[in-house]
């Protein structure tokens, strides 16, 4: 089997903030390092994690840049350019392009919900503006209130730079389905840490990660194992810190894990409103699980 175009293991990378809710570019920068040492190939920046709703345009191709300078060769940079504006995601990609990432993010349209014709326009329009970069479809239909079907993302896996899609509809048998219709032509990634596991066992190929900030090389490790055949040990690996995927979406990401990440050391900041803090007992239980699984 060939390799994905994007590695095994994607850290969607959330956005450090210093005191005043800035973004931290210097923290980014060694948080983005810090990942692709441990585990990661590549990284998602200003994706669902990155809270790219509350970024402006501006600090999201700085984040690309610098990012990208310090990841280097080392790893790959995919840049969440996408938007409810066909139009809007086109210049946005066309920009991130420009600044040398190896990659783009393109959400389903969110909020206007087009249907499945539409959504194959969009992302046709899109690739087709933009034909030196790969691109990943990102299907998240408790985000954005379309779903993106598996005979839609046929069509579109035709198209040569769409090479992957974030699969976050939660239906093992809809990333199946994606796998059987698009004849091995897209790579499939989990979008949900506790379904890497059995997403590879239908045609996935890796996972768009949140709890790879925390415990990357052990998520590359249980999808090495599963692909070396050896399932008992990948399970193994998912047993142990199938509660630590659980807790870091105890309520909307990235409010715990960012929360984690403070916890271990990083100053990652909060989150922008409308986001607030972890509750209490939340943050508890965080802690308690952080102890027993780090």
């Known amino acids: 089997m060939q390799s ?142 379309q779903n993106l079907l598996p005979e839609t993302v046929a069509k579109l896996a035709s198209i040569e730079n769409i090479v992957a899609i974030k699969e976050a509809s939660g239906s093992l048998e809809q990333a199946a389905e994606i796998y059987r219709l698009s004849g091995g032509l897209l790579d499939i990634y989990a979008g949900d840490d506790a379904l890497t596991l059995p997403m590879l066992s239908v045609g996935g190929v890796g996972v768009v990660s949140v709890a790879s900030h925390l415990v990357g090389t052990q998520i590359k490790q249980m999808i090495c194992s599963f692909l070396a055949g050896n399932i008992e040990e990948a399970a193994t690996i998912n047993a142990r810190y199938l509660q630590l995927f659980k807790i870091l979406f105890c309520t909307t990401n990235p409010i715990p894990v960012k929360a984690a990440l403070n916890l271990q050391g990083w100053d990652v900041g909060g989150v922008r409103l409308p986001l607030i803090a972890l509750s209490q007992p939340l943050q508890r239980n965080l802690e308690r699980v952080l102890q027993e699984m780090l």
């Open 4 to 145: 994905p175009h994007f590695g095994q293991v994607i850290t969607a990378m959330v956005t450090p903030f210093d005191s005043r809710g800035e973004v931290s570019y210097a923290v980014a920068e060694s948080l983005a390092d810090y990942l692709i040492s441990h585990g990661s190939d590549s990284i998602v920046i200003c994706g669902t994690t990155g809270e790219s709703p509350t970024l402006s345009w501006e600090e999201e191709y700085q984040l690309f840049q610098v990012v990208k300078n310090v990841v280097g060769s080392h790893g790959k940079v995919i840049a969440g350019t996408g938007s409810n504006s066909t139009k809007e995601a086109i210049l946005a990609t066309e920009k991130a392009a420009a600044l040398g990432v190896d990659g783009s993010l393109q959400v389903v349209p969110y909020y206007n919900r087009p249907p499945q014709d539409g959504l194959y326009a969009h992302f046709h329009s899109i690739a087709s503006a933009v034909p030196q970069l790969p691109i990943m479809l990102y299907n998240i239909p408790s985000r954005t209130g």
